[in-house]
């Protein structure tokens, strides 16, 4: 993955980060910083997942390897 490549997806995490933090806009503070660590995770995951996907739909899900040189 290039340097470009993490920039995009950094932002992508940060976009789903904040569309999570609005949905526990009410949340009280001291839930707020419980549920903070587990909303960056959340957002990682997502975004990580769907590369994944987009990875094995474009690449198939089995990869042709030999043990050895025999």
Known sequence: MS????IVK?????K????LKRLYIDIQKE???LIDGLIQRAAYMRITL???EKD???GG??????QSEK
């Open 3 to 6: 340097n470009s490549d993490d």
């Open 10 to 14: 950094d932002e992508r995490i940060k």
């Open 16 to 19: 789903e980060e904040r569309k």
């Open 31 to 33: 839930q707020k910083s």
């Open 50 to 52: 769907e590369d994944y």
């Open 56 to 58: 094995l739909d474009a």
């Open 61 to 66: 899900y089995t990869e042709l390897f030999t």
